[in-house]
């Protein structure tokens, strides 16, 4: 029972985690009908570039509390992310626009690739120990399950930032302009929304939920890498294509299950199959699940297009 | 008339000079070493793999990120049959099969080529209902499961031997004949004849360039035959490729297991050429990479695909030497070596050849019936 706990725990932390990042590609998905390979690259650029400046700040300006410097270098990437996708989005995908559907994903591809590299030459390729900020001491619950701070501030933050993207979509003008824009940039566009400016915001919300994901991430695991974006990239992307890709609510639902069964999956399936399966197959849980979901329900969870306009 | 025959003569002129060539390339560029043979088969074996998968994206429209598995599949095919491993770990193998099992690479092609294409199948029919990106995700969780199993399927029972992968592969060969006595010819030495030394890259080389010249012969032929029209007609509009009478069922399912067989074939030339494989062999990358090299030279045009695979597969072999040169390590500090360079480079060619040609470096003449879901 407290494995169970336990793993319900790190589901939800990892699947909060996953949501965030789901949110990035279903926005610009349900606006622009690209698949942005490039956004778990956003998340690494994001925890890199925060990682650099803990470095840096941690010399500079010593015996700042932790959960300031967090929140500081949190934003500062958020601002660097946030460029570096409306730049990404205004250079290599805008130009595609009206091309055929391949060419703006194989520049996606291509821009992915090309983060990697650079963040590999600008930080070298090796993994950087990733700096624990808050307490480290775990807090019991149950008889033997834990949770850590830093977990308690990823759900925590995970919680606020939907919070505030549902209101921004729902109650704003910039997310009114962002649902007709999704509806049909023509006609969003004869209603006096520029759609360009919309897609451009898209992007930026996105860049900042994966950047704030990225330093959860790396504060979870306690390294930064310049590859760490690619697995939690698509996992994130299947969270969206499972909840119904497109639909908010749908990628929230998508990471979140799909932390869930992750975690559960790798800490039960040793004794299902009397070991021959062991918890190295944890990676595959997400895709069989995906696969299994949409021979069921061809548009996801919440999907509510039908599987032609896809 | 007199047009007809002049256009016939500078067909056939244009076959024999390029036959011509491409047998000789080798042989020239063995001469400066056989690095640059090796780039050579490789490029050839990529031309083969983005073959099958342009019959999949380019004819029948269809998306697939998983292509490596098939070529997975036909590697470790391979593998298994003609490497001490299977004798190793199994002794009732090993007591079947005394020798090892040495299998003839003429039955493990189509052996290869058959498991690829049931799998192909077997990967579509779940997904018939998909359409784009959908399809798109499944393929590449497809792709990730396959690459998973071969990393972790050591235990309890070592099939694959995990990441440490199957090394003791024996090389092709070719024209054995047991009964007659007749040794045949080692691919994976070098041949002398009167004299001049053909080396092993060599040798593969002409294998993989027939293999190569015989599938753009069936890609050519399925493109002018119904089954082609038919997955074309799917590609621009599925729906109405239904009301006309396609059974859209089947030929999707034909798409997928006939692309799967190219990547099968590659592939158990793949593990003969290498003598070993393992999964990091089929990576994720390397599925995008496939994509890339069919998108780039023109979705659904042969000679185009055949030009991205080349590009793509020689380009970053030929920089990296060409930063091997210039000892770019120093000059940078170490921060850009050729590895590294290379990756810069082909992100860079992905996304500036994408958008000064959109459609490919050489896509089909034909305009509006080319690609899939194109601009609404």
Same mark, same amino acid.
Request: net charge neutral.
């Given at each position: 029972?407290?494995?169970?706990?336990?793993?319900?725990?790190?589901?939800?932390?990892?699947? %909060?985690?996953?949501?965030?990042?789901?949110?990035?590609?279903?926005?610009?998905?349900?606006?622009?009908?690209?698949?942005?390979?490039?956004?778990?690259?956003?998340?690494?650029?994001?925890?890199?570039?925060?990682?650099?400046?803990?470095?840096?700040?941690?010399?500079?300006?010593?015996?700042?509390?932790?959960?300031?410097?967090?929140?500081?270098?949190?934003?500062?990437?958020?601002?660097?992310?946030?460029?570096?996708?409306?730049?990404?989005?205004?250079?290599?995908?805008?130009?595609?626009?009206?091309?055929?559907?391949?060419?703006?994903?194989?520049?996606?591809?291509?821009? %992915?690739?090309?983060?990697?590299?650079?963040?590999?030459?600008?930080?070298?390729?090796?993994?950087?120990?990733?700096?624990?900020?808050?307490?480290?001491?775990?807090?019991?619950?149950?008889?033997?399950?834990?949770?850590?701070?830093?977990?308690?501030?990823?759900?925590?933050?995970?919680?606020?930032?939907?919070?505030?993207?549902?209101?921004?979509?729902?109650?704003?003008?910039?997310?009114?302009?962002?649902?007709?824009?999704?509806?049909?940039?023509?006609?969003?566009?004869?209603?006096?929304?520029?759609?360009?400016?919309?897609?451009?915001?898209?992007?930026?919300?996105?860049?900042?939920?994966?950047?704030?994901?990225?330093?959860?991430?790396?504060?979870?695991?306690?390294?930064?890498?310049?590859?760490?974006?690619?697995?939690?990239?698509?996992?994130?992307?299947?969270?969206?294509?499972?909840?119904?890709?497109?639909?908010?609510?749908?990628?929230?639902?998508?990471?979140?299950?799909?932390?869930?069964?992750?975690?559960?999956?790798?800490?039960?399936?040793?004794?299902?199959?009397?070991?021959?399966?062991?918890?190295?197959?944890?990676?595959?849980?997400?895709?069989?699940?995906?696969?299994?979901?949409?021979?069921?329900?061809?548009?996801?969870?919440?999907?509510?297009?039908?599987?032609?306009?896809? | 008339?007199?047009?007809?025959?002049?256009?016939?003569?500078?067909?056939?002129?244009?076959?024999?000079?390029?036959?011509?060539?491409?047998?000789?390339?080798?042989?020239?560029?063995?001469?400066?070493?056989?690095?640059?043979?090796?780039?050579?088969?490789?490029?050839?074996?990529?031309?083969?793999?983005?073959?099958?998968?342009?019959?999949?994206?380019?004819?029948?429209?269809?998306?697939?990120?998983?292509?490596?598995?098939?070529?997975?599949?036909?590697?470790?095919?391979?593998?298994? $049959?003609?490497?001490?491993?299977?004798? #190793?770990?199994?002794?009732?193998?090993?007591?079947?099969?005394?020798?090892?099992?040495?299998?003839?690479?003429?039955?493990?092609?189509?052996?290869?080529?058959?498991?690829?294409?049931?799998?192909?199948?077997?990967?579509?029919?779940?997904?018939?209902?998909? =359409?784009?990106?959908?399809?798109?995700?499944?393929?590449?969780?497809?792709?990730?499961?396959?690459?998973?199993?071969?990393?972790? &399927? @050591?235990?309890?029972?070592?099939?694959?031997?995990?990441?440490?992968?199957?090394? +003791?592969?024996?090389?092709?060969?070719?024209?054995?004949?047991?009964?007659?006595?007749?040794?045949?010819?080692?691919?994976?030495? =070098?041949?002398?004849?009167?004299?001049?030394?053909?080396?092993?890259?060599?040798?593969?080389?002409?294998?993989?360039?027939?293999?190569?010249?015989?599938?753009?012969?069936?890609?050519?032929?399925? #493109?002018?035959? =119904?089954?082609?029209?038919?997955?074309?007609?799917?590609?621009?509009? @599925?729906?109405?490729?239904?009301? $006309?009478?396609?059974?859209?069922?089947? $030929?999707?399912?034909?798409?997928?297991?006939?692309?799967?067989?190219?990547?099968?074939?590659?592939?158990?030339?793949?593990?003969?050429? +290498?003598?070993?494989?393992?999964?990091?062999?089929?990576?994720?990358?390397?599925?995008?990479?496939?994509?890339? *090299?069919?998108?780039?030279?023109?979705?659904?045009?042969?000679?185009?695909?055949? &030009?991205?695979?080349?590009?793509?597969?020689? *380009?970053?072999?030929?920089?990296?030497?060409?930063?091997?040169?210039?000892?770019? +390590?120093?000059?940078?500090?170490? =921060?850009?070596?050729?590895?590294?360079?290379? +990756?810069?480079?082909?992100?860079?060619?992905?996304?500036?050849?994408?958008?000064?040609?959109?459609?490919?470096?050489?896509?089909?003449? #034909?305009?509006?019936?080319?690609?899939?879901?194109?601009?609404?």
């Amino acid at each position: 029972m407290d494995v169970l706990l336990q793993q319900i725990i790190n589901g939800l932390v990892l699947g %909060s985690m996953y949501a965030l990042v789901a949110l990035g590609y279903t926005m610009v998905y349900g606006i622009i009908n690209l698949i942005n390979f490039a956004h778990g690259e956003v998340l690494m650029v994001g925890a890199l570039v925060s990682w650099a400046l803990i470095g840096w700040m941690q010399e500079h300006a010593p015996g700042l509390p932790g959960w300031v410097l967090l929140l500081f270098v949190t934003l500062v990437a958020c601002v660097v992310t946030s460029a570096l996708n409306y730049t990404i989005e205004k250079l290599a995908y805008r130009p595609l626009r009206n091309s055929p559907k391949l060419a703006p994903l194989i520049t996606a591809i291509g821009v %992915s690739l090309l983060l990697q590299t650079l963040a590999m030459i600008v930080f070298k390729p090796n993994y950087k120990p990733y700096p624990a900020l808050l307490p480290t001491d775990a807090i019991a619950i149950g008889e033997s399950a834990v949770i850590t701070p830093t977990q308690i501030m990823v759900l925590v933050v995970t919680a606020v930032s939907l919070v505030s993207l549902m209101y921004l979509v729902n109650y704003t003008r910039l997310g009114r302009a962002m649902r007709a824009t999704a509806e049909s940039p023509r006609v969003a566009a004869l209603m006096g929304v520029r759609p360009d400016t919309v897609i451009s915001a898209t992007f930026v919300i996105g860049a900042i939920l994966a950047t704030i994901a990225g330093v959860m991430y790396a504060s979870n695991y306690g390294s930064a890498h310049h590859t760490m974006g690619v697995l939690p990239g698509l996992k994130a992307f299947t969270a969206a294509v499972f909840g119904g890709i497109g639909n908010l609510a749908g990628a929230v639902v998508g990471g979140i299950l799909l932390g869930l069964i992750e975690a559960i999956g790798s800490g039960y399936i040793g004794d299902l199959t009397g070991g021959v399966l062991g918890s190295n197959y944890a990676d595959i849980f997400a895709f069989v699940v995906l696969i299994v979901m949409l021979t069921l329900r061809p548009s996801g969870l919440l999907g509510e297009r039908v599987a032609d306009r896809a | 008339m007199a047009s007809t025959d002049a256009s016939r003569r500078d067909r056939f002129l244009v076959i024999a000079f390029s036959t011509f060539g491409l047998l000789i390339l080798p042989l020239v560029l063995q001469s400066a070493g056989n690095f640059w043979v090796r780039i050579a088969d490789t490029a050839l074996l990529y031309v083969l793999l983005a073959l099958g998968l342009n019959i999949v994206v380019g004819y029948a429209g269809l998306l697939d990120l998983g292509y490596v598995a098939f070529f997975a599949i036909g590697a470790y095919m391979y593998g298994l $049959m003609a490497s001490p491993h299977l004798s #190793e770990h199994f002794p009732w193998f090993a007591a079947l099969f005394p020798h090892g099992l040495h299998t003839s690479v003429w039955l493990v092609i189509p052996l290869g080529a058959a498991v690829a294409g049931i799998f192909g199948v077997l990967l579509g029919a779940p997904t018939l209902k998909l =359409r784009g990106d959908y399809l798109a995700i499944v393929t590449l969780g497809f792709g990730e499961i396959i690459r998973v199993f071969m990393n972790n &399927l @050591e235990a309890p029972i070592n099939i694959t031997n995990g990441p440490r992968g199957l090394d +003791q592969i024996e090389p092709v060969t070719l024209f054995r004949f047991d009964w007659f006595g007749i040794p045949g010819i080692n691919l994976g030495k =070098r041949l002398e004849i009167g004299g001049y030394t053909l080396s092993s890259v060599t040798l593969y080389y002409y294998l993989f360039l027939a293999l190569v010249v015989l599938s753009v012969i069936i890609c050519h032929r399925l #493109e002018l035959s =119904r089954i082609g029209r038919a997955w074309m007609a799917i590609r621009e509009d @599925e729906i109405a490729a239904k009301a $006309m009478g396609i059974n859209t069922r089947n $030929m999707k399912l034909l798409a997928f297991g006939m692309g799967a067989t190219f990547g099968g074939v590659s592939g158990v030339m793949f593990a003969a050429f +290498q003598t070993f494989v393992s999964p990091e062999s089929f990576s994720l990358m390397e599925s995008v990479m496939i994509v890339a *090299m069919v998108v780039l030279g023109g979705l659904g045009h042969l000679p185009g695909v055949i &030009l991205g695979a080349v590009l793509l597969a020689a *380009m970053p072999e030929v920089l990296r030497w060409v930063a091997g040169v210039w000892d770019l +390590q120093r000059l940078t500090d170490g =921060r850009l070596d050729a590895s590294i360079l290379r +990756q810069l480079l082909i992100a860079l060619a992905m996304i500036i050849i994408m958008l000064l040609r959109p459609r490919g470096l050489w896509p089909t003449p #034909e305009h509006g019936k080319s690609l899939p879901s194109g601009a609404k």
